[in-house]
């Protein structure tokens, strides 16, 4: 049976075409169909397998590395002296997180607490929780202050306190007791006669009130009516602002609870996140573009205004009464105790806090924060969080504890919270975010590619057929005349 060559043609023409369509439609919805599919994947649902798992118990590594600032001097110090301070550690705990009291709300909000462990990790760190370092004593310096516009009578009181419970300026004890707590009769003694002064009533320490503890209760949007606001806080302990800060933009909740993010970020985006820690609310900038395991991300930081003071920037005028710039006050969040909280080794500081201890060495590198984002997701791939804790401290007449100490904002401890995504949800993630889009694109443009190369031999083999077909074959009239005059002459 004869084949028909032109109708093959014009078939494979019209499956040609039918590819080219197929690709060239890919091409157009294949993006919307990814991006309904991340929508579907980001909104907080516990029938998300993987986002809801990661948001809710954060499978992936979690530490805290903690370096103390040990006191060489403190002698001197009280003789006015300028501190000397040297960086010991890091002590390193994994910290391991998980969301309980999960209550999904019918406005599209989901409400939660999530509570915090941490476990000393020896094998990471430089050295043991039994290690001895000398920093300021909180109890005895920032009560000091506390009490500076305070009758000199009872100042006078406060200091024999202190002597009789022998509490001094400085502290010498093992990093584990100075970071859980450790058992003080005049934290017994204060919260007895002055209940409220302290933020504990057991043993006193750095970190006493984070092992075992909650962040209390959030309440964020699952997106599951606006994927914009999927993470967004709505309330934090039933509040909508803060009453910590003088100004209505300060008291702001904004952002996120600092973990997850909304999709589809660009580079104009911001991170903004609530830090109950901190007491407020704060921003990250977007800084470069890179990519981890193959997985694109970009890279967001802290910029410089982020603690600047009310002068220098004055959106922040808010959170005064603000010192230097680079230093947060949180006093009015931590029982008006005389607590700073800065970048470690005062890095993106005001340059003169500098000048007053000697021993700090500031480097982006080593003391700036950043979080490395998914753009897409929103998912966070990489997080370091740096912040120090600084103690305000000064001779304060009628407490003899406290020397002739010059005003000085003392760095105490500094701490990195860092994780990044390891082990198999990094297989996960780079198959349904860089493996299956990758070839999905490509697949668009190998069916267009596919589509117009089947057009075109198709079309170039139908054209041949057909003149083919309309071309007489040659010699064939002079044979049929010749094999006339033969049968005549028969």
């Known amino acids: ?58 499978p992936v590594p979690f530490f805290m590395s903690v370096y103390f600032f040990n006191v060489l001097n403190p002698a001197e110090i009280l003789k006015g ?27 599209g909000t989901v409400s939660y607490r999530e509570y915090r462990q941490y476990h000393f990790e020896p094998s990471m760190s430089a050295g043991n929780e039994s290690d001895v370092v000398t920093i300021p004593n909180m109890l005895v310096l920032g009560a000091s202050v506390m009490m500076e516009n305070l009758p000199y009578v009872l100042r006078l009181m406060m200091s024999a306190t202190f002597k009789t419970f022998k509490e001094g300026a400085f502290l010498t004890k093992p990093v584990g007791e100075l970071m859980w707590g450790y058992d003080s009769g005049l934290v017994d003694f204060l919260n007895q006669y002055l209940p409220g002064m302290i933020p504990t009533s057991g043993k006193f320490g750095l970190f006493s009130e984070f ?13 599951k ?29 904004n952002g996120t609870a600092g973990q997850m993010w909304p ?42 205004t982020l603690f600047a003071n009310g002068t ?9 009464p603000c010192r230097q710039s680079g230093l947060l006050n949180v006093s009015t969040c931590r029982h008006n105790s005389p607590v700073f909280i800065s970048h470690p080794h005062f890095f993106n500081a005001d340059p003169v806090l500098l000048d007053y201890v000697q021993g700090l ?38 407490i003899t504890e406290t020397g002739k100490i010059s005003d000085v904002v003392m760095p105490m401890i500094w701490f990195e919270e860092n994780g990044y995504i390891d082990g198999p949800i990094v297989n996960t993630f780079h198959t349904n975010l860089v493996v299956l889009p990758t070839v999905l694109e490509y697949l668009q443009y190998i069916l267009i590619g596919l589509g117009l190369a089947t057009i075109i031999v198709a079309a170039v083999v139908y054209h041949k057929v057909k003149a083919a077909q309309k071309e007489p074959v040659k010699g064939s009239h002079g044979l049929e005349t010749k094999k006339k005059s033969i049968s005549t002459s028969d």
């Open 225 to 253: 009516d606006d994927i914009r606001k999927v993470h967004r806080v709505d309330s934090w302990n039933g509040l909508t602002e803060l009453p910590y800060w003088r100004t209505a933009q300060s008291n702001m909740i």
């Open 312 to 320: 220098d920037y004055a959106p922040n005028e808010g959170f005064c």
């Open 361 to 398: 060495n500031p480097s982006e590198e080593k003391h700036g924060l950043f979080i490395d984002i998914h753009p897409q997701t929103g998912v966070p791939l990489n997080v370091s969080i740096r912040l120090q804790l600084n103690l305000y401290m000064k001779k304060v007449s009628g």
């Open 1 to 58: 049976m004869a084949i028909n060559k032109s109708k093959v043609a014009v078939g494979f023409i019209v499956a040609g075409s039918l590819t080219l369509i197929f690709g060239a439609i890919s091409v157009i919805v294949g993006p919307t169909v990814i991006s309904s599919q991340v929508v579907k994947n980001t909104v907080i649902d516990p029938k998300n397998d993987l986002t809801y798992t990661m948001w809710k118990d954060i």
């Open 81 to 107: 002296e300028k501190p000397m301070v040297e960086q010991r550690g890091p002590y390193v705990y994994r910290k391991q997180c998980q969301k309980e009291n999960i209550t999904f709300h019918p406005n």
């Open 263 to 304: 999709p589809f970020m660009t580079k104009e985006s911001t991170l903004p996140f609530y830090s109950p820690d901190a007491c407020r609310s704060m921003e990250l900038v977007y800084q470069r573009p890179g990519e981890m395991y193959g997985i694109p991300l970009y890279r967001y930081v802290a910029p410089k």
């Open 211 to 223: 092992n075992n503890s909650n962040t209390g209760l959030f309440t964020v949007f699952t997106g």
